[in-house]
């Protein structure tokens, strides 16, 4: 069975200290701390000593998703500042300058885009973006590889392609307005097609948008769909 | 290179004509981009079929297009498909066919779940299967390439007998049956039109038929038997015991990129037993589409009545080549002693 928890971000937006409330009594081994604003990565960095993850073998944080050019500097410097074994994930058009992020080498981890975005969605842009970071590691976004093919193909050589990088899923419904929500049956449906790709020990970051008596049930419903075999897809 | 060009240096080919169409083509493709890659967006794509697609344009050949449908309905879909058919004038020589086929708007729900049925109608067969066998897209491909895999996944997942352990030929029957049907239906349209159009353009319409018309069904069929063909022993029983659907559609989606002539010199490639024969199916085709490339001969045969090709020298040229070709694939498919023949045997005829 894989590591499965929440993006704080998905319970709380930038509210992490109540998303690990709300996390405390539920099961879960493997967190993502949110910071998708910018305005939200400091505050977050200053306070990790004082946030009690004793409990996440698996630790990431999600840097912000957009920021501008001159701010970019900043936020890799502040990043510097987290421990080694948190994985940082990064949207790839939001990356102005590569050289910033190439001496993070494995600590950063592109993930794949959505359908708005015009690099990172498939194998082909994906090698691109890791052209310019090489040691960087993959986060596999389940929800925004169905978007851009609900064929499951795409999803399939994305993990194909990069299984040696895979650091970590991320697991929601991407509705056509590209937001993270529940995961729907058509979705359980094309993840169960490519989720025997993934392998058991990578974490699963649920990134559906739940309200606190939707966190357990989505949580089932994503292992559920994760460790099915083969021919139950 | 491509796998034409591979073919003829491996087994001493010259088809001159058969380069002519496909540079033909390429430079027509590069007229369209430009005038209609801003009519396309990641939900639409325009999509081309027939010779065009095929790389075979030669000067009298029409543009069939069509604007594919993927996602929410635009009531200005219609005024873009009208600028679009207003675009492509600018460059064909002639209009698109009379059926109402192509020139047109196509929605992908239709394509992908109109399979059978009595909702299957003629143009719906027709979109699909030229939509995998011969199609191309101009501009974005977002949509298009998202059509085709869910077409495919639909042959694919719901093949029940390609995903069982005892099956030991792993070939996609569903896709299989549903090309061989499309084949059948080109027939019998070819004498549907034949009554209601009178006897004029027959003739040509008739070696259409021996010729490109056939090549796409042999190039689905070659398309389907690589489902077997592409793995080693070991390997097919690895890859189909996980019910790896979107692998499959994958390798047949690369595989479908390329033109019916592309995808039929690849695999041949693999049997140089058949080379002879292989060579002589090039030769013919290279023939069928000199006769096209010539303005005279073409417009001779799309004048040609059907009740005066018995003593017409270009008609019978034509029909001389469609024979040698016609031959090369009973050598290929029917005579020989490759897998190609066990395979048509059992699966393509009964």
Not at chain 2, 141 to 150: C, F, P, Q, S, T
Not at chain 2, 212 to 226: H, N, P
């Amino acid at each position: 069975m894989n590591p499965i928890g929440f993006s704080t971000g998905a319970i709380a937006l930038g509210d992490y200290s109540r998303a690990l409330l709300l996390l405390s009594n539920i099961s879960t081994t493997a967190i993502e701390l949110s910071a998708l604003r910018v305005n939200e990565i400091g505050p977050l960095i200053e306070a990790l000593p004082a946030l009690d993850l004793a409990k996440y073998q698996y630790i990431s944080i999600h840097a912000p998703s957009s920021y501008l050019p001159e701010q970019e500097q900043g936020i890799a410097e502040l990043l510097w500042a987290i421990p080694a074994r948190f994985a940082i994930i990064l949207h790839p058009d939001a990356i102005h300058d590569a050289a910033l992020w190439k001496p993070f080498g494995s600590r950063v981890a592109i993930e794949n885009m959505d359908r708005r975005k015009l690099i990172g969605r498939t194998v082909k842009e994906l090698e691109h973006c890791f052209s310019s970071l090489p040691d960087a590691r993959f986060c596999f976004d389940i929800g925004h590889a169905r978007q851009v093919d609900p064929s499951m193909t795409e999803a399939y050589l994305i993990l194909n392609r990069f299984s040696d990088r895979l650091v970590q899923v991320h697991v929601s419904e991407v509705d056509a307005q590209s937001k993270h929500a529940l995961i729907s049956y058509a979705a359980e449906l094309a993840f169960a097609d490519v989720a025997r790709f993934v392998p058991e020990w990578v974490p699963l970051i649920l990134e559906s948008r739940v309200t606190p008596n939707q966190i357990q049930s989505e949580i089932f419903r994503a292992l559920d769909i994760f460790s099915r075999p083969a021919f139950a897809a | 290179m491509n796998q034409v060009d591979l073919l003829a240096e491996e087994i001493g080919g010259n088809w001159p004509s058969i380069r002519q169409a496909r540079s033909n083509s390429l430079e027509t493709i590069g007229k369209l981009t430009e005038s209609l890659e801003a009519f396309t967006a990641p939900d639409t794509s325009v999509v081309i079929s027939g010779s065009l697609a095929r790389f075979e344009m030669t000067p009298g050949s029409d543009i069939d297009w069509s604007l594919l449908l993927d996602g929410p309905s635009d009531p200005n879909h219609l005024k873009i498909s009208q600028e679009i058919g207003a675009a492509v004038n600018q460059v064909a020589r002639k209009g698109v066919g009379k059926e109402g086929t192509f020139g047109t708007m196509v929605s992908s729900h239709n394509l992908i779940n109109y399979i059978g049925g009595e909702v299957d109608t003629n143009s719906n067969t027709t979109q699909r299967s030229l939509l995998l066998l011969e199609s191309r897209c101009i501009g974005n491909a977002e949509a298009y390439n998202r059509v085709k895999r869910n077409l495919l996944k639909r042959y694919l997942s719901e093949d029940s007998g390609l995903w069982r352990a005892s099956v030991e030929n792993k070939l996609p029957h569903f896709l299989m049956n549903d090309l061989a049907r499309y084949w059948r239906t080109m027939t019998v349209d070819y004498a549907y039109k034949q009554r209601t159009r009178g006897g004029v353009g027959i003739p040509l319409r008739n070696i259409k038929l021996r010729m490109s018309r056939k090549l796409i069904y042999v190039a689905g069929l070659l398309a389907c038997y690589d489902c077997h063909l592409a793995f080693d022993d070991e390997a097919r029983v690895e890859f189909y015991k996980d019910r790896n659907v979107p692998g499959l559609v994958a390798r047949l989606h690369e595989t479908l990129e390329q033109t019916p002539l592309e995808i039929t010199a690849n695999l041949l490639r693999r049997f140089p037993e058949h080379n002879d024969a292989t060579k002589k199916l090039f030769d013919a085709y290279d023939q069928f589409l000199r006769l096209l490339l010539n303005d005279d001969s073409r417009n001779h045969l799309e004048q040609l009545h059907a009740d005066a090709t018995e003593n017409d020298a270009i008609y019978l040229k034509a029909k001389e080549a469609a024979h040698q070709f016609r031959d090369a694939l009973e050598e290929i498919f029917l005579d020989g002693r490759s897998i190609l023949k066990k395979f048509t045997i059992k699966y393509g005829v009964f």
